[in-house]
C-alpha cells in the first residue's frame, strides 16, 4: 500500500502565499508522476498541477505562473508552492501518487482558505 500525508495548507490573504509538501511512504516503487488536484465546495475536484518521474510539469491555466510543482526523489515528497493566491483558489487540496501502470493513491488533503 501506498500512504501520503499532506501538511501547509491553511489561512492567506489574497496576494500572499504558502507551499503544500505531500510526504509519500510504503510500497513506493513504480511511482511516477504525483499531482495535487482540488475540490471548492459544490465543484467537482480538478487537476492543479502535475509532475512526471523525470521532473516535467503540468499546469492547469488558471494557476500558471502563480503555482510551481516539483518533487524530491530521495524525500519522497512533492511540493505545490503557490503564490499570488486569489479567493478562487480556496478548496482542499489533494495530493495523488501514480504508478506507472495506472494505480492511483489519494491523500486526505488539506485546506486552503485565501481571504480577500
Known amino acids: 500500500q501506498v500512504q501520503l500525508v499532506e501538511s501547509g495548507g491553511g489561512l492567506a490573504q489574497a496576494g500572499g502565499s504558502l507551499k503544500l509538501s505531500c510526504v509519500v511512504s510504503?510500497?513506493?516503487?513504480?511511482?511516477?508522476?504525483m499531482g495535487w488536484y482540488r475540490q471548492a465546495p459544490g465543484k467537482q475536484r480538478e487537476l492543479v498541477a502535475a509532475i512526471t518521474g523525470g521532473g516535467s510539469p503540468y499546469y492547469v491555466d488558471s494557476v500558471k505562473g502563480r503555482f510551481t510543482i516539483s518533487r524530491d526523489n530521495a524525500k519522497n515528497t512533492a511540493y505545490l508552492q503557490m503564490n499570488s493566491l486569489k479567493p478562487e483558489d480556496t478548496a482542499v487540496y489533494y495530493c495523488?501518487?501514480?504508478?506507472?501502470?495506472?494505480?492511483?493513491?489519494w491523500g486526505q488533503g488539506t485546506q486552503v482558505t485565501v481571504s480577500s
Open positions: 510504503g510500497s513506493i516503487f513504480s511511482i511516477n508522476a
Open positions: 495523488n501518487a501514480r504508478r506507472r501502470e495506472g494505480t492511483g493513491y
